[in-house]
């Protein structure tokens, strides 16, 4: 099968009748259960390659209250990590970042995004190939969608004066597109793992700040 083209909901694995990751769980960082609320935060679900280093950027972020890694964007109930790589489920590899807007704004958390993967590869990011690392963002709020559309047309501009593509991420919300817990072992893998698998994809093109 080719791991660069999107299925559909017909060719999707059935999935199974339960999560992968048991609850409570607690966040291996900051100690929390991974579905603590937080009043007065937001959360946004972004999809940027392999989630065990972008997970890791978002934790060690200011302002950052909670992260979790998962897989969202398919069709596939409770897939597994191992359905997920066959790409018959459809679902993208996912940090949901919960994050407090006083301390740091959307557009930064969308900054920090984009400027951390290539979004001009399509289904891979560098050696990574496969529809679950390809470039998406899933929005929980009207703010959050306005925000990314205009930083990625922003982001667009300053790719392609260097050199770059057209950007392939997809922004849509989060309504319809269940997030699913991965497995406990890629909860904070980089925790557990200090010199485990982090490949670098950024482009080096900085978003031109307003």
């Not at 999560?19 to 929390?32: I, Q, S």
């Not at 949901?96 to 984009?114: C, K, M, S």
């Not at 919300?173 to 991965?182: K, Q, T, V, W, Y």
Request: aromatic content about 10%; overall charge negative; charged content about 20%.
């Amino acid at each position: 099968m080719d791991r660069t083209r999107m299925i559909g909901p017909d060719e999707a694995l059935p999935g199974g009748p339960t999560p992968v990751l048991a609850m409570p769980f607690f966040h291996r960082v900051f100690g929390d259960r991974l579905d603590r609320a937080f009043p007065g935060s937001q959360t946004i679900h972004l999809a940027m390659g392999c989630f065990w280093g972008a997970e890791k950027l978002f934790w060690q972020t200011d302002g950052i209250l909670l992260t979790a890694v998962g897989y969202m964007g398919g069709y596939t109930a409770n897939p597994t990590y191992r359905e997920v790589c066959t790409g018959r489920t459809g679902h993208a590899e996912t940090v949901r970042v919960t994050y407090d807007p006083q301390q740091i704004p959307t557009d930064a958390v969308l900054t920090l995004f984009f400027e951390n993967h290539d979004p001009t590869q399509g289904m891979r990011q560098g050696n990574d190939v496969g529809t679950q690392y390809r470039s998406a963002i899933w929005c929980t709020t009207s703010d959050q969608y306005i925000r990314a559309i205009d930083l990625k047309g922003r982001y667009q501009g300053r790719l392609l004066t260097e050199g770059y593509g057209a950007m392939t991420t997809t922004i849509d919300m989060a309504d319809g597109h269940p997030f699913f817990l991965a497995e406990a072992e890629h909860q904070q893998y980089l925790e557990q793992n200090p010199n485990g698998y982090c490949p670098v994809h950024a482009t080096g093109v900085c978003l031109a700040r307003p």
